[in-house]
């Protein structure tokens, strides 16, 4: 199970995604404000030297998202005996991700100031990286699959 390069790969994008609950994907400074931009919501601080304050708007459709994608890249390493379903799995997680890669651009919207200024941090990297290790494992199967045909073909 493990020992198949799809289930390291897999695991890679799964550890991924659940990254994406601690860096932020995008983060703004602006009026004495700091804007960050996670799955889990957009999170305001307060940039004062005494003080800081900080406030979050929690979004539950990119949370379910994201954790929805996590669980089909852990759920599909346990596939391994049905390599086709194994494919129709990580197609779906694909899709996911970039479900969320959406909801995350369309929640950029609710910064102040719009999307000038905006440092693109970690996170977001981590979303691409997720999709190409997904692909990765994709290749894995493909892989296994031509190996098992080759050994048929010889008996």
Known sequence: MIQRIQSIWLLLASMALLCLFIFPLLTKEADQMTYSLYTTGLHEQRNEAVDTKSKVEFS?????????????CLGGIFLFRNRSMQKKVILVNILLIIGLSVLCGISVQQIPGGITGLKVEIGAFLLLI?????????RGIRKDEQLLRSADRLR
């Not at 539950?60 to 089909?72: E, G």
């Not at 997720?130 to 994709?138: E, K």
């Open 130 to 138: 997720s999709i190409i290790f997904s692909l990765f494992a994709i």
């Open 60 to 72: 539950v459709v990119p949370i379910a998202l994201n954790i929805a994608a996590a669980l089909f």
